[in-house]
């Protein structure tokens, strides 16, 4: 069974149990907040995920982290229960998964924003508008800076592409002087 397949079970359960208790929103956060601390943390990172340290050792380290960090009995069980399945490298896909369940439960889309200069708030916040009024969705989106879009602007939310680029426009234009 695949890596993906694995974590939308795991991120199944847990988003059902979170449901449950009224706790998604919360859930997400706690298991984001482990997940950062993990990516800027490589020596913890590597102690929690390589193979070749026994579990018990491991367990004890998980245990200082969740006694430190304070999450609630539902993560905490579900990292225990993903330290004992081996499943732990799993833990970046297994967020995605449950970031996916919990916003489409909230009618949410999550959307990305290219541009070749960065955008200020306002602008930013007119293009989530217009983007959340043709989806007749919430959009959350991040923003990234590609200097090869030349100017304008390039939206990805879910499977659709919104592009007004500058680099495109030209590309059409090449194209149709090309073709006469």
């Known amino acids: 069974m695949n890596r993906k397949r694995i974590a939308r079970r795991y991120a199944k359960a847990l988003f059902e149990l979170a449901r449950e208790q009224g706790r998604i929103e919360p859930v997400g956060q706690e298991l984001r907040e482990l997940y950062d601390l993990l990516a800027s943390n490589p020596e913890l990172r590597t102690t929690l995920l390589t193979p070749v ?76 508008q217009a983007l959340a009024k043709r989806l007749q969705k919430e959009i959350v989106l991040s923003t990234r800076q590609s200097p090869e879009i030349l100017g304008g602007v390039m939206a990805r939310v879910g499977n659709l592409v919104f592009d007004a680029s500058l680099r495109t426009q030209l590309q059409r234009l090449r194209d149709s002087l090309m073709k006469g």
């Not at 998980?62 to 081996?86: I, K, Q, T």
């Not at 919990?102 to 930013?124: F, K, M, Q, S, Y």
């Open 53 to 128: 340290l026994p579990r018990r050792v491991k367990a004890e380290v998980l245990g200082a982290l969740l006694e430190r960090l304070g999450p609630s009995d539902l993560v905490a069980n579900f990292l225990r229960v993903l330290l004992e399945a081996r499943k732990l490298p799993a833990l970046p896909d297994i967020l995605e998964a449950y970031d996916t369940l919990a916003d489409e439960a909230a009618g949410r889309v999550r959307g990305e924003v290219v541009t070749a200069l960065p955008l200020d708030e306002a602008e930013l916040e007119a293009i989530r």
